[in-house]
């Protein structure tokens, strides 16, 4: 069975600073793997997705995240933080294109 | 623009008494999910139905089931909510294999 862990329940930045936020996974297959946003009160808006193409994955807002195989991660950033940015995301891993499994999320807090 | 749409955004019941809530796309997938998604927690999924075959997670409750008359509407039923039921329930579509996953923007349930 697929599992994904996100180390940090919340993370605070400045903004204008990097954001790192740190997602694991766990599967006996290749994985495909997902990082979602969620504002309150609102569904989840995907960012980017890994299919097994680059390893490095480029998505919406300026953010992107690095497959790396041999540490089973999946770590999401962003240069430059923004206030628009803070938000709750949601890493999340599927296998063969079946149900999503999420990690329990980090809210992300940008400080001015 | 094609989409995926939950009605009411939030609901209210009384403790016990049934509710229905309702999910319709546009996008014409084949398979769509309801996910519970309790106060500070990652989504959890539910059900799913691959066309007209229902798959119901091992771990889902009896007092939850769903109904999916045709390919555009699928509807998650509470039986007798209770105060643990409270939650964000979330649809979701997808064309199998195709990593493509579109959420609805949710329905609030509170349970008075």
Known sequence: ?112 | DAMVIQNPRYQVTQFGKPVTLSCSQTLNHNVMYWYQQKSSQAPKLLFHYYDKDFNNEADTPDNFQSRRPNTSFCFLDIRSPGLGDAAMYLCATSRPGSLGYTFGSGTRLTVV
């Open chain 1, 1 to 112: 069975a697929q599992s994904v862990t996100q180390l940090g329940s919340h993370v605070s930045v400045s903004e204008g600073a990097l954001v790192l936020l740190r997602c694991n996974y766990s599967s006996s297959v290749p994985p495909y793997l997902f990082w979602y946003v969620q504002y309150p009160n609102q569904g989840l808006q995907l960012l980017l997705k890994y299919t097994s193409a680059a390893t490095l994955v480029k998505g919406i807002n300026g953010f992107e995240a690095e497959f790396k195989k041999s540490e089973t991660s999946f770590h999401l950033t962003k240069p430059s933080a923004h206030m628009s940015d803070a938000a709750e995301y949601f890493c999340a891993v599927s296998q063969y294109g079946n149900k999503l499994v999420f990690g329990a999320g980090t809210i992300l807090r940008v400080k001015s």
